[in-house]
């Protein structure tokens, strides 16, 4: 997937939060028109910012963006499932605003992942990441990955078990991480498929031979 920069005041290039573009950003400084003799004065720590590539325009005070509001999501994995992807999306809406609600609806889509795409059914999100390690689909990594995004959003439900202050910048992390499980559960095995699949059928037919012996 592309790579992400998080949008920030006067960096000259970041992932936009209109088109999520990784492109350059035009900065200006504010100023507030007066009649006095000496002209403008500048309004201290206004700016506004226009995307190279879409032209949207957004808006900083005191190094923070007022508009749009700031999403700490990076842009989805190409490949996402569509039930999936819309609590993504949902999570990336509210992130900003209540990054406990986010932590647990992405441990919602964690577990929506497992039960309706990975062959988890009618078992808790817990013992799916433990089936896809005995079936050794999970390598430790990964496995560490969907424990944190389970345990964090479990915490976010239940404070006795994971603290998740609102401030933290544990929510960031579970975008990235559930990017990651569906980029190496989803995406990459498809994109791996596809391409085997546009083979001669004689070739692929020829491996059949060689792995049945």
Not at 27 to 53: H, N, S, V
Not at 100 to 110: D, E, I, P, Q, Y
Not at 141 to 155: C, E, K, P, V
Request: proline share 6%.
């Amino acid at each position: 997937m592309p790579k992400f920069v998080q949008p920030a005041m006067s960096e000259w290039q970041f992932t936009c939060p209109f088109c999520g573009t990784l492109v350059s950003q035009n900065w200006l400084k504010l100023y507030l028109q007066t009649y006095k003799d000496e002209g403008p004065e500048e309004i201290e720590q206004a700016r506004r910012c226009k995307c190279g590539a879409c032209g949207h325009i957004s808006w900083w005070i005191d190094g923070e963006l007022v508009h749009p509001r700031r999403s700490a999501a990076p842009p989805a994995q190409e490949g996402m499932p569509a039930d999936v992807l819309a609590l993504y999306d949902e999570a990336a809406s509210i992130a900003d605003l209540s990054p406990r609600s986010a932590s647990a609806l992405l441990r919602t889509a964690l577990e929506v992942l497992t039960t309706n795409h990975l062959g988890q059914q009618n078992v808790s999100l817990n013992d799916a990441i433990g089936n896809l390690v005995k079936d050794g689909r999970l390598d430790e990594s990964l496995q560490q990955a969907m424990d944190y995004l389970r345990l964090t959003g479990n915490g976010a439900v239940h404070p006795r078990e994971v603290q998740l202050d609102d401030q933290s910048p544990s929510v960031e992390a579970l975008f990235e991480l559930l990017n990651l499980v569906v980029e190496r559960l989803v995406y990459r095995p498809q994109r791996i498929a596809h391409l085997y699949a546009q083979l001669p059928e004689s070739k692929r037919q020829a491996v059949d031979q060689r792995d049945s012996k």
